[in-house]
Each structure stands twice: as C-alpha cells, then as structure tokens.
C-alpha cells in the first residue's frame, strides 16, 4: 500500500470517528471528543510521514487551522435546547466534525509530503489549504453519509466499547484492538 493510500485511509477511518464524537449530545464534551480525533490523527500522519509530533505541535498545529471554529461550537451549544435542539446540533456537528477531520487530514498529509513539519508550517498558507478541504470534506462526509446503516451499527458499537472502557471493564489495548477491527469494517 501507497503511503498516499495509506494516509487517505487514517482520514477516512478518523472522519467517521469524528462524525460519531459529534452526535455526542453533551456540549462541548462533543467538541473535545472531535479535537482529541484529530490530533490522534495528525500523530499517526506524522509518523507514517516520518515527521516528528509532540502533543503541543500537534494542538498548535491543530488550532492553526480550526480556529476556534465557531461553527462546531455552535452546533455544539445547539445540542443544550431540549428535543430539537439535540437532533439539529447533533446532525450539523456530526457533518461539521467529519469535514473539519477531513481538511485537518488533507493539509496533514499535503505538508508532510512536501518535507513540512510541525513546526515549520506558514499559518496562513495551512489555513488557506484548510479552507479549500473543508469544503470538499462536506462532500466527502455526505458520500460517508450514503454508508449510514453500517456506520450507524458501528458507531452504536464504539459507543458501547467506550463505556465498557470507561468502566474499566476493557483496557485501553482491548479498546483498541475492538477500535481497529471495526474500522476495517468501514
């Protein structure tokens, strides 16, 4: 496999994980589920890439990009009024979360294959390209979207994994190893 192929195949795992930590019905809680997917994904960019990540480049470079993405954070807020509020913030955090994974993915991806690093990137060049990849992740997301049914059944799974994990009744290797074999189902 390409290292091309294999990074569009992180995104694409990742941006479906993203759309899951945006149906999360609790404000904010949302919102970092969907930061700590896409620095989880920048880590493992950097290293198919050979670049070097810490947690901090990783957040900088993140927040580069994203901004303080008003957008996510009013969805997220969205999900505070009772009934509707939920069923439309979920629904537009879920697409925002996913287009947002995708373009954070897409710069990634670019910039490392052009020699970038973490720590040498143009802020406004980055954030240009992030613009341009959110707009093809809305389409990218709405052609996942076609998949529902089976993304549903698995993010309904993950669901459960991450609160057997939280119970301690599964180890964070466990989790990960359920984590990774579901996502070959994608």
Same mark, same amino acid.
């Given at each position: 496999?390409?290292?091309? %192929?294999?990074?569009? @195949?992180?995104?694409? /795992? ?5 759309? =899951?930590? &945006?149906? *999360? ?42 901004? %303080?993405?008003?957008? @996510?954070?009013?969805? /997220? ?5 009772? =009934?509707? &509020?939920? *069923? ?50 809305? /389409? ?47």
């Amino acid at each position: 496999m390409s290292q091309r %192929t294999e990074a569009e @195949s992180m995104i694409r /795992s990742h941006v479906m994980w993203a759309m =899951g930590g &945006g149906l *999360i019905p609790i404000p904010l809680v949302d919102f970092a589920a969907v930061t700590a997917i896409q620095l989880e994904m920048l880590q493992q960019l950097a290293r198919l890439y050979g670049v070097e990540y810490s947690q901090s480049t990783g957040k900088t470079f993140v927040s580069a990009l994203t901004g %303080t993405t008003i957008a @996510s954070l009013g969805a /997220s807020f969205l999900k505070a009024i009772p =009934g509707i &509020g939920t *069923i439309i913030g979920g629904a537009s955090m879920s697409l925002t979360s996913g287009a947002s994974t995708y373009a954070v993915g897409q710069v990634a991806i670019n910039h490392f294959a052009n020699s970038g690093t973490l720590s040498n990137f143009v802020e406004e060049k980055v954030k240009q390209a992030y613009d341009s990849a959110f707009e093809r992740g809305k /389409s990218y997301v709405s052609d996942l979207e076609d998949n529902q049914d089976q993304a549903k059944d698995i993010f309904a799974t993950l669901e459960k994994l991450g609160q057997l994990k939280e119970q301690g009744v599964l180890t964070e290797a466990e989790f990960q190893a359920k984590k990774a074999e579901l996502l070959k189902r994608l």
